[in-house]
């Protein structure tokens, strides 16, 4: 109720000011001169400037009352983003791009920081920046969505992330699929990108290209947990161990055939997920203590 009567005050405020400084049109001063039968309707310009201003205090009629408009408050406790919308520019704008509200407000943080934000001086820059690097605007909304933050990330460190993924040969397309298929790469630091790249190409063995080839691929490799992937890799070598050692004694026993034209076709899918008891027994035709007295040859 105070803020409305604030505003209420600041309308009337504003509304007498205007009569009292601006030149009145006819009907406004038929008007006046109907409800104040005593004021001088010859009156200059110059004894305008003389009257007393009104006061806030002063009744209003009820004519000027339903004149007033007061814009809505903010409401002070929302669990939404949406009831702030009609009161924010930079919400309207964000959502005219595809923001999806519903998603991001679940984030304790994406309020305050949107909020505050400025479109012209914030927003518009980032969103220029995107573009450049190849975000269409359709592709805009969803990106946002996901990394809304990159409103608090500096212009300035952003370019320079860029720049570094073209000194290691990255070409503009490349990068702009990386960050459509992992909005978030573009806010890890210089440092932390460089230690990414340099892990899986060291954990892996591949060449510079390879790296590069299959980040360009799968770039949430360089955005996700290395705890999944490092696991998965132990799972693989692990694996791929297994598949050495039951190749290498089906070689040992002349059973090492894996062309599916021939007879005693053993495939991939059977040489890596049996059992050592089943694999002795279905394909190697051998007992198992036969296969673990060759593995202690190797």
């Known amino acids: 109720m105070w803020s409305g009567c604030q505003s209420a005050n ?6 007498n000011s205007a009569r009292s400084t601006l030149l009145p049109s006819v009907n406004e001063q038929s008007q006046k001169t109907q409800k104040t039968p005593n004021f001088d309707s010859e009156l200059s310009l110059e004894g305008l400037d003389d009257l007393p201003p009104l006061s806030p205090l002063q009744p209003v009629s009820e004519e000027e009352a339903v004149q007033i408009i007061a814009a809505p408050p903010l409401p002070p406790v929302s669990f939404t983003l949406r009831d702030y919308v009609d009161h924010s520019e930079t919400l309207q704008n964000l959502v005219l791009l595809g923001l999806d509200l519903s998603k991001i407000e679940k984030q304790p943080d994406a309020a305050n920081l949107l909020l505050r934000l400025d479109f012209e001086k914030d927003i518009k820059q980032i969103l220029l920046f995107l573009k450049d690097l190849g975000i269409e605007d359709n592709q805009l909304g969803t990106f946002l969505t996901k990394n809304y933050a990159i409103f608090s990330e500096d212009l300035e ?8 993924l073209q000194s290691k040969n990255f070409s503009k397309a490349d990068i702009a699929q990386m960050v459509r298929k992992a909005p978030f790469l573009l806010s890890f630091s210089v440092e932390r990108l460089d230690n ?4 899986f190409q060291k954990e892996l063995q591949l060449t510079v290209k390879k790296t590069r080839d299959l980040v360009v691929r799968l770039p949430r490799l360089l955005t996700g947990s290395l705890e999944p992937v490092k696991e998965n890799m132990k799972i693989f070598n692990t694996r791929l ?7 290498l004694f089906l070689t040992y026993l002349g059973r090492a055939q894996y062309d599916p034209a021939k007879p005693n076709y053993i495939s991939l899918d059977k040489l890596v997920s049996m059992p050592d008891e089943i694999f002795c027994e279905e394909i190697a035709k051998a007992s198992v203590r036969d296969f673990e007295k060759f593995l202690k040859t190797l």
């Open 10 to 15: 600041s309308g009337r405020q504003e509304s």
């Open 157 to 164: 460190n952003l370019k320079t992330r860029v720049a570094y």
């Open 196 to 199: 990414r790249l340099g892990f």
């Open 241 to 247: 161990f297994k598949v050495k050692e039951r190749h």
